[in-house]
């Protein structure tokens, strides 16, 4: 395949199989100005051969709208695949001989950076010591984010970098000395790492069929500048798109810095994985209920400033607490503005795992939209993962409800956090059709239509992340095995092959199976990937 940059030449995709609500058996699509103009099938593509740029055979692969990952931090995803990534180190002393050897290749940087360890994966399930690190670095300043980024350990010499910061123990800093400690090492970051580590992770999402991402950066998260620099970046080159939110209780400074959204990580409460979820009984594992940033009375004032200026509010919300105080201050807040305004305002929940069925049922009630991350539910789910540690496996079950958010009308829109879990988009939707827990689990279909529509949804558009006639030439191209479709009164477990159910096909992702490999990425028509080969 040889299809060209340019948006405004017009080019048929022909020979393949286009996943098309337009048309089930689609073969082919054309490409205009940066937006499909048709689908169909192969017969009817020879009245456009002519007419067209460029002809693409496809050989037989799959064409999807492209996906979309709904809550991402895109220079630490950048910076975890530039340097240190603990999230496979298996044990206490490997994650020590990572961080040994990375410091030991690194011998330039002022201050070394790395993420992802767990220990409550690793035997005995202790994290690194201060003076552990400390021996291992060699005395330099480390900063290293546990996976769900909500807290950290640290090295003395970075400590020493943040004057007056009273850290008491040895034990991984959160809440206020975390943000102090990360705004201390992310302000050793270069522009030029930084520039570098943007662009690593935009070319890995588009290198996975990720069109659009959403960067949900804030004043706790990275700083003004990573935000409009990614944002110029963006603008400026061919890749992903990357929609903004920035997540202040401050309206003015969202829109000054480009944001749609006073968004994304604004936060309600902590992680689970940190003991900072906000729940309203106890940790199984601690005794205490986790950390509280904002309350209904502060989520309502929030969602009204927002909803009058025109913006998106969002909040992060896991624990059950702090999903209610998200509730009860949106509810707050639809009794001044009006209900038909704040829903109109397609406000957003970050992650909101601990959901219950009043919640499930007010999310609907408010059109607030659900940004999940089912990886997280693959990665820590189970009797015997990381959420039966921290509520017991009775609360444990409850967690991540897709299919009951889908039952009532909930819109939800999937990401993967990343770096917290990878840019894996397909994974993604692997994870909520095979949800550890039955019961939550949806249809491959409304799966990836989480992740590709879904995430237009979330930004107020209708029109995009489905191949249709008018909607952006925003799509993938897949090497992949047979396609098949879900029995429709079945969301997992028997497949169908018959062409009269009229529903586009796509791949089997049994646990197991290999997962569809991305050949190209196209955005608005114009290509930013192509594999190697091809």
């Not at 950076?113 to 767990?118: N, R, S």
């Not at 079945?490 to 050949?519: E, F, I, K, N, Q």
Request: hydrophobic share 45%; net charge negative.
């Amino acid at each position: 395949m040889s299809e060209s940059n340019v948006p405004s030449r017009t080019v048929l995709l022909r020979r393949g199989e286009v996943h098309s609500p337009a048309d089930p058996f689609a073969t082919a699509m054309v490409v205009e100005r940066g937006q499909v103009a048709w689908v169909g099938s192969e017969g009817a593509a020879d009245a456009f051969a002519d007419g067209v740029d460029e002809v693409v055979d496809l050989d037989g692969a799959l064409v999807t709208p492209a996906f979309t990952d709904a809550h991402v931090h895109t220079t630490s995803t950048g910076l975890a695949l530039t340097g240190l990534d603990l999230s496979r180190a298996s044990s206490l002393a490997e994650a020590l001989a990572l961080v040994r050897d990375f410091a030991a290749a690194r011998p330039g940087d002022r201050v070394l950076l790395g993420h992802g360890w767990d220990a409550s994966r690793w035997p005995g399930g202790r994290p690194p010591a201060r003076a552990e690190l400390d021996e291992a670095t060699g005395g330099r300043p480390l900063y290293l984010s546990r996976i769900d980024v909500h807290s950290a350990v640290v090295t003395t010499a970075l400590l020493d970098l943040v004057p007056g910061l009273a850290v008491q123990g040895d034990g991984p800093l959160t809440r206020d000395a975390h943000h102090a400690v990360r705004a201390a090492a992310y302000a050793a970051v270069t522009p030029a790492q930084r520039d570098e580590a943007q662009r690593a992770a935009l070319a890995h999402a588009a290198s996975l069929g990720i069109g659009t991402v959403h960067e949900c950066a804030g004043p706790e998260i990275s700083s003004e500048d990573d935000f409009t620099g990614l944002l110029r970046l963006a603008a400026q080159e061919p890749g992903p798109r990357v929609i903004g939110y920035w997540a202040e209780r401050d309206v003015d400074k969202a829109r000054e810095l480009g944001a749609i959204g006073a968004a994304g990580d604004l936060f309600v409460d902590g992680a689970l994985g940190s003991h900072t979820a906000c729940l309203h009984e106890p940790y199984a594992d601690a005794a205490h209920t986790g950390t509280a940033y904002l309350d209904a009375a502060a989520v309502a004032a929030h969602v009204v400033a927002c909803t009058e200026a025109g913006l998106q509010a969002g909040f992060h919300a896991i624990g059950d607490a702090a999903v209610t105080a998200v509730v009860e201050g949106v509810r707050a807040a639809a009794g001044k503005v009006g209900l038909a305004r704040v829903r109109a305002a397609r406000h957003r929940v970050e992650h909101a795992e601990m959901l219950t069925p009043e919640t499930v049922a007010a999310f609907a009630e408010l059109g607030l939209t659900a940004s999940v991350q089912p990886a997280f539910d693959a990665l820590w789910g189970g009797d015997d993962g990381m959420y039966a540690q921290r509520l017991g496996a009775g609360r444990a079950r409850t967690l991540n409800p897709f299919a009951a958010l889908l039952r009532a009308g909930v819109p939800l829109a999937f990401g993967s956090d990343s770096p917290v879990t990878p840019l894996d988009p397909w994974g993604t939707v692997r994870a909520a059709a095979f949800h550890r827990t039955p019961e939550h689990r949806v249809s491959v279909r409304a799966a990836f239509t989480a992740h590709t529509r879904g995430g237009w949804r979330a930004i107020g558009r209708d029109d995009a992340g489905v191949l249709v006639p008018g909607a952006p030439a925003d799509y993938a191209v897949w090497r992949t095995g047979d396609l098949v479709v879900q029995a429709p009164d079945d969301r997992v477990a028997r497949w169908s092959t018959d062409p009269r159910s009229g529903t586009p096909g796509l791949p089997d992702l049994t646990p197991g199976g290999d997962l569809p490999v991305c050949l190209r990425t196209v955005v608005g028509g114009r290509t930013i990937f192509v594999r190697p080969g091809e």
